[in-house]
């Protein structure tokens, strides 16, 4: 009796324990449950007014699920086509279709901060794009303010216009040709070309995105280091 006594007085404090723990999970999950709900009738961003797909407005786990199946960005333009330029697309996140909202959001004297997010692109000095301090973004961008000004802007358009159409008509000589077509490379070179063109007045093979005549599925930006090899005249 005295050993099962003893067994019991050194049992107990591992029971405790081990209860106390249960509790503590069982609490953790119960907030993680919870909590997405409170939020969003507590609504202290005021963000309830705008329409969401699905639970989108209670987690982020419908953004991620959309991005596991590589869909969403179609996800969220479906969502736009069904409930309109503004949708709530998570907890925190209110994505915008709307033109007229650019002034708004982008232009000069609006009061929209940039979110955390850009921190996490930044290095030791931050650019023009990723500054989030108000005061730090206004300063750059004094510096450049000639670069977009008006009549700037406004001569650049045949720049733009004429790479982009050369852009478009890669795009429908795939739509045409039933292949498929690698974007993101696509869009890296009407990048590069766009860029070369406004910087030094020049394309660097001499045409605007004139390596896509000739590359195959296989060939990387990196072999536009030798572009001799790629082709023959």
Known sequence: MLLQGNHHRLASPELLSLNSNAGILALAVLTALVQPFISYFLDRKHLRKFP?????????????????????????????????????????????????????????GANFLKDAWYDGGAGEHRNMADARVKAEHQAKRKMLAHLFAQKTIANLEPVMAETTAVLIAQVDKHISSGTDINMRRYLNYFTIDLFSELLYGMYLLGAPLSWFQHLTSNETLTALTTPVTLWTK
């Open 52 to 108: 969401s797909p699905q639970y989108a407005a209670f987690s982020s786990f419908w953004r991620v699920f959309q991005n596991l199946k590589c869909k969403h960005y179609l996800a969220v333009h479906q969502a736009h086509q069904k409930l309109g330029t503004h949708v709530r697309i998570a907890p925190n996140h209110v994505s915008i279709s709307d033109p007229r909202a650019m002034a708004d959001i982008y232009g000069h």
